[in-house]
């Protein structure tokens, strides 16, 4: 029998709160990652990978990473009618207890699809695609009511346009949702500064110091973390192993955390798991120290393990690390010391292994191969990796799929 998931928001929920904590919309990839090569092949040339892992990628990422922190999730995105697409769709939905009513099948339409090659703890990927079939605010309609959404700033379809009508992003917002903004590298290099005027709609913003520095003008994350709390209530700027600093206006908070020291091995999707960190943070109205120390801890533990979703922490992981953490520091040195002072709320949020904390979940087609199990015996049917969308058996780690 399963047991209830972990709900951090539990103390939020009332008969008249949103249906859900978040919503989302973007494009699902099919990833397919290899790691462990010694190089890239050379033309003409086969080699071998030590691990391989399958699992949804692209919006995916995100609303895994929020799902597994116990944030309710609903995502729309297209999904092919092929095999590719019933992997993803039964992943997000079995497994990773995603909303999917607002997601559509289309026929004839096959499924995005990515490959990454990790080498030396950097990756190359490799992308083919074609444009979703409908439009994202056509399949949506009209969102279910969330309290927040994290969209994505694009100059190609910008919010509060006056020539076009009402975004997804902008009816969640009237409805009471808070806007969760993100943008994404311009490869024109035009780095145009209109797109901040779409901030004017959004509660959050949340660029890396590369994507603020470019935005704004600036020459260092904090100029520019200045210039867009000029334009929005909380600012964020992340500065990958240096850490993330926020000024949020609401509360007249201001701080800088540095990221825990990590062995990164893959930064596919730490944006993403930061994302997630920040706005269950935010929600629970916690202090913005606390945000952005959680926010960081859920991206380092990302970055120590390969691939995209499969890499998303749940409670459960958060969970061993801070109890890791709490017994060494009386012999951890000064920087022990530090991290247990600075994660020291996590006592209030896990002092024990909480009831139906899920850890990182198994999502791949080739699942022997790559989660250490043996094949069935001749003439035995195969057991498939039983889903848990419920956190079922809290007790039990969850094997990332690749070998590291």
């Known amino acids: 029998m399963s047991v209830q998931a972990y709900d951090p928001l539990a103390g939020e929920r009332s008969p008249d709160a949103p249906q859900f904590d978040v919503f989302l919309a973007g494009t ?71 909303d999917l009513s607002r997601s559509r099948r289309f026929e004839h339409w096959h499924s995005p699809v990515t490959v990454s090659m990790a080498v ?113 209530p909380l600012a964020v700027v992340t500065d990958g192993a240096n850490g993330a600093m926020a000024i949020d206006s609401t509360t007249g908070e201001e701080a800088f955390v540095p990221a825990p020291r990590v062995t990164a091995l893959d930064p596919t999707g730490a944006g993403d798991v930061f994302g997630a960190g920040l706005v269950l943070g935010t929600l629970c109205r916690w202090p913005l120290d606390d945000r952005l120390a959680f926010a960081e801890l859920c991206a380092g533990l990302a970055v120590q393990q390969f691939g995209g979703s499969l890499a998303a922490p749940g409670w459960g992981d958060i969970a061993d690390w801070w109890h890791e953490v709490r017994e060494a520091a009386p012999h951890g040195g000064a920087y022990g010391s530090s991290l247990a002072r600075r994660y020291a709320f996590l006592d209030r949020l896990v002092p024990t292994d909480p009831v139906g904390a899920v850890r990182r979940a198994a999502a791949t087609i080739a699942r022997y191969a790559d989660v250490g199990m043996a094949p069935p015996a001749s003439g035995q049917r195969p057991e498939a990796p039983r889903p848990s969308p419920e956190g079922d058996e809290p007790d039990t780690p969850r094997a990332p799929v690749q070998k590291e």
């Open 120 to 232: 030396h703890r950097d990756r190359s990927m490799v992308t083919h695609g074609h444009p979703a079939p409908m439009p994202a605010n056509e399949m949506i309609g009209k969102p279910p009511r969330s309290r927040a959404v994290i969209a994505t700033l694009s100059p190609d379809e910008p919010l509060g346009s006056p020539d076009a009508p009402c975004s997804w992003a902008e009816l969640a917002s009237r409805d009471g949702a808070l806007i969760f903004a993100d943008v994404g590298w311009d490869p024109s290099g035009a780095w145009s500064r209109s797109v901040l005027d779409q901030l004017e709609y959004c509660h959050a913003f949340m660029p890396n110091a590369t994507e603020a520095m470019a935005y704004t003008g600036t020459e260092t994350p904090r100029d520019a973390l200045y210039a867009i709390a000029d334009k929005v």
């Open 28 to 98: 699902v990839f099919l990833d397919i990652i290899f790691t462990g090569l010694p190089a890239m092949p050379a033309a003409g040339t086969e080699i071998w990978a030590e691990g391989m892992g399958s699992c949804p990628g692209g919006i995916a990422n995100l609303a895994i990473a929020t799902s597994r922190l116990g944030l309710r999730t609903s995502l729309a995105a297209a999904f092919g009618d092929d095999d590719y697409g019933d992997f993803c769709w039964r992943t997000l939905e079995e497994q990773e207890s995603v």
